[in-house]
């Protein structure tokens, strides 16, 4: 496929549209070489703490649900750096942007389009009244549908996924509990003992 090429795949809801941006997810990007620059540096940055952070949700035994998501994103993540960084490298012929050929200053592939719903704005609204409304408008890729994925789910299961850490830390202070009740009800059946000492003591002899 050649750039802004569109094909059609599923009727009139699925089609791949080869085309190309500059910056982050849905086409949001930085202007400028330092921009392009700084936002793989953050990247890599933001690639380093989620590895991290997965590493140590793995170790903590967090919830699978927690951790395929976290590792959707880190893949996400992973795939859009790839195209950054390689792409104007490894497919110079295929690009069409000045900065071909060089490291870190490539483009994003995005083909992936699904005009589900076609129609238009009522004329009553606000800003765009009357204008064409097409949802799902941004064309994007696979890795920003795993990164979105990965965010989605976590926010929608986050009770369930952090509920099971907490479940991992309560046994410990549950025990605790246990243990300080089970020394509480030691001293107080010691306690009859002493008493029925003292009343069962010898009492003085008079003399």
Same mark, same amino acid.
């Given at each position: 496929?050649?750039?802004?090429?569109?094909?059609?795949?599923?009727?009139?809801?699925?089609?791949?549209?080869?085309?190309?941006?500059?910056?982050?997810?849905?086409?949001?990007?930085?202007?400028?070489?330092? +921009?392009?620059?700084? @936002? $793989?540096? /953050? =990247?890599? &940055?933001?690639?380093?703490?989620?590895?991290?952070?997965?590493?140590?949700? #793995?170790?903590?035994?967090?919830?699978?649900?927690?951790?395929?998501?976290?590792?959707?994103?880190?893949?996400?993540?992973?795939?859009?750096?790839?195209?950054?960084?390689?792409?104007?490298?490894?497919?110079?012929?295929?690009?069409?942007?000045?900065?071909?050929?060089?490291?870190?200053?490539?483009?994003?592939?995005?083909?992936?389009?699904?005009?589900?719903?076609?129609?238009?704005?009522?004329?009553?609204?606000?800003?765009? +009244?009357?204008?064409? @409304? $097409?949802? /799902? =408008?941004? &064309?994007?890729?696979?890795?920003?549908?795993?990164?979105?994925?990965?965010? #989605?789910?976590?926010?929608?299961?986050?009770?369930?996924?952090?509920?099971?850490?907490?479940?991992?830390?309560?046994?410990?202070?549950?025990?605790?509990?246990?243990?300080?009740?089970?020394?509480?009800?030691?001293?107080?059946?010691?306690?009859?003992?002493?008493?029925?000492?003292?009343?069962?003591?010898?009492?003085?002899?008079?003399?």
């Amino acid at each position: 496929m050649y750039l802004g090429q569109t094909k059609q795949m599923m009727g009139h809801w699925f089609y791949l549209h080869f085309t190309e941006n500059n910056g982050m997810a849905f086409g949001v990007e930085l202007g400028g070489i330092a +921009g392009k620059l700084a @936002l $793989t540096g /953050f =990247r890599l &940055i933001a690639v380093g703490g989620i590895l991290w952070y997965l590493q140590k949700q #793995i170790k903590e035994g967090a919830h699978k649900g927690l951790i395929i998501c976290i590792s959707l994103i880190l893949a996400g993540a992973i795939g859009n750096i790839i195209d950054s960084v390689f792409y104007g490298v490894w497919f110079p012929d295929l690009v069409t942007y000045d900065d071909k050929g060089r490291y870190f200053l490539g483009r994003v592939v995005d083909m992936l389009y699904f005009p589900i719903i076609e129609t238009h704005y009522p004329s009553w609204f606000p800003f765009w +009244g009357g204008q064409d @409304l $097409t949802f /799902f =408008r941004p &064309i994007f890729n696979i890795a920003d549908a795993s990164i979105s994925t990965g965010v #989605i789910a976590i926010i929608v299961f986050q009770k369930k996924f952090f509920k099971h850490t907490e479940i991992e830390e309560n046994p410990e202070q549950e025990d605790s509990s246990l243990t300080s009740e089970n020394e509480n009800s030691e001293v107080e059946n010691s306690n009859p003992q002493s008493d029925n000492t003292a009343q069962t003591g010898t009492e003085p002899e008079l003399q």
